[in-house]
DNA sequence: TTGAAAGCGCTAACAC
DNA sequence: GTGTTAGCGCTTTCAA
């Protein structure tokens, strides 16, 4: 196999020295119009394609971003992924991507193995990381920018939605709707801390109007539609009187009502179904469900321009974003996502 | 900020040559257990990280291994991802991921930044790269591995189905079901070649059989669960007679069983609805339709491991994986998926 | 088992 | 505008 032509070799067959090429394949510093023609139809003669790594080793920085997400079962992460995709569009960056499955040792291996690539950033799901991972990304000497939720204190930049808001206005939302008799199914709790949040901001808003959950449902395992479905069944077996379920998320709330068509009840007359996302697909349901539409792709892109912009050391903003709440037979607003910086 | 530890620094503090220390971190050559130990507290002490930007700068690699995929947006290719995550763990690799969004210019480029960090190898998704793309791969100088199609002819690895069989194998199935006037609703097949030879397959199998497709409605948009239900609709305004539709995936099987449940249609009794991939949705919807299981996490997992476990300038096996079809009504069989190697 | 020397391929910094 | 010098932090190679 031929060596991989080097810069060495492009500048040779050019005629000029290493930094007169180097200059002119980047774009940097002055170099002549006649000196830059020779290089890059020798670049071109040689197939010569450059080296990230010595770039890097010299330049004291890469081109790489770190981004750590709890699961990828999940499409909502995926299309956080795809928004970093389409923010770094242009920017040259390119995603270096790692799944925690929702474990903190797991994701401090991963942030541990990121940083020894001294990455130009690093992008992180949630606030609620230990105080050593919170100490390793203090330390880190890159930007990071922790996604998804707002409710808590960033390490640094911060791009995402208040939770706990969000659990409340669904709450606020359903009461207002005429919801009375009012349930709760969920999963993967003790792990997913902003399905918590909401359940916690949930909870708070019915007090806040003198009533409270009835009874409840939960699964130690990761959300998916099969377990909203089983969960609501036996729910439903306890509690034929509820008027609405809130599930920790529209994969739950979807399988919730597959049970309910299986079982032939009336959605949403005799019980409403609240999720949280607002998935593509809840749009096309045969029957209307509540559910937050959530700006995951915004932010995504969102996160990944602020490491594309931030200079080195400067500290970064947090973005907090507004979800939608939609209520069935309720044409959703195209309304445009709200933002505001602070 | 205090300038990170080098080796160097952990060399002196130990009291030996920054080789020793080296190979006591690396656990390379022989290093005597007191060595060993010296290096390790004070690589301890230090907080010593490593630079793998130098390491690979020395070493001529990388644990980088890059990861092309067309979309995100549509659940299976994330689920790609996570088997590509698990079946680099423990083996060191980290992975670089593109979109292309179906752009084979994109994919190109993609590539070629890949290629310019010397990745351990690559995985690319299908085998239907224009020959630049092709030649560009083949001279890369890393393990490629190609995924989730095997009608064709791999540059290198390869692991994935025949889409040109499953789509023959579900019109056989079909047919043995019963059916006779059979629809097709489609999306994206100019780009996603790999749903155009299902179709090839499924239009060839009803041909032998002596029959042919009815009708059918295509976008030249990305699937998804709307455009699904409304070409169904319009599928079915013109032949309300069809009693079977074969869709693209089953992101459009889903929609259109959506559209018959608002229209009050008998599914599977009147219409059966055909998909393709299994996603996890499809076994707790409340009426049952066909589909293709297809092993995507098993894809991303061999292909991850065949590039852990390539030597370098080895060229790697064609592993074809064998997809499970599923008629409605029919309780699932938990046969292992099979596999074999070529 | 250990160490010294010599780079890996590139760019920052400074001269010319 | 262009070239020279000196590394970036590590590992390879070879000698001790």
Redesign the interface.
């Known amino acids: 196999?031929p060596r991989?032509p080097t810069l060495a070799q492009v500048a040779a067959l050019a005629g000029v020295s290493k930094m007169t090429a180097s200059r002119a394949l980047r774009d940097a510093g002055d170099v002549s119009a006649s000196a830059r023609d020779k290089v890059q139809a020798a670049a071109q003669t040689l197939g010569y394609?450059?080296?990230?790594?010595?770039t890097?080793?010299s330049a004291k920085t890469?081109n790489?971003i770190g981004v750590v997400v709890p699961?990828?079962?999940n499409?909502v992460?995926?299309?956080v992924?795809?928004g970093i995709?389409d923010g770094i569009a242009d920017s040259?960056l390119?995603?270096?991507?790692?799944?925690t499955g929702y474990d903190s040792d797991t994701e401090a291996a991963l942030l541990?193995?990121?940083?020894?690539?001294?990455p130009a950033g690093l992008i992180v799901t949630g606030l609620d990381q230990p105080d050593a991972t919170r100490a390793l990304l203090r330390q880190a000497?890159v930007p990071v920018v922790q996604i998804m939720d707002i409710d808590g204190d960033p390490v640094d930049g911060c791009v995402g939605i208040s939770h706990d808001a969000a659990g409340a206005d669904m709450a606020r939302a359903l009461l207002a709707a005429g919801r009375r008799r009012i349930g709760y199914v969920g999963a993967h709790l003790a792990h997913d801390t902003r399905a918590a949040k909401r359940l916690a901001g949930f909870r708070a808003a019915l007090a806040d109007a003198g009533t409270a959950l009835v009874a409840s449902r939960l699964t130690g395992a990761p959300s998916?539609?099969?377990s909203?479905?089983d969960l609501t069944a036996t729910l439903l077996s306890h509690h034929p009187d509820l008027d609405c379920i809130y599930y920790s998320n529209d994969d739950m709330a979807?399988?919730g009502l597959?049970?309910c068509?299986?079982a032939g009840l009336d959605v949403p007359g005799q019980l409403m179904i609240a999720g949280f996302n607002g998935l593509?697909?809840v749009?096309?349901?045969?029957v209307g469900i509540a559910t937050t539409v959530t700006p995951r792709h915004e932010i995504g892109r969102r996160a990944a321009q602020m490491i594309a912009a931030a200079a080195p050391?400067v500290s970064l903003a947090r973005v907090s974003l507004t979800p939608r709440i939609v209520l069935p037979g309720q044409t959703p607003r195209n309304r445009p996502l709200g933002g505001t910086r602070s």
């Open positions: 196999m991989k394609v450059g080296d990230r790594v010595a890097a080793l890469t790489l699961s990828l079962s499409i992460f995926a299309q992924l795809a995709s040259g390119q995603p270096v991507f790692g799944i541990r193995d990121m940083l020894s690539w001294r000497g998916s539609v099969a909203g479905r979807i399988g597959f049970h068509q299986s593509d697909l749009e096309s349901l045969p050391a």
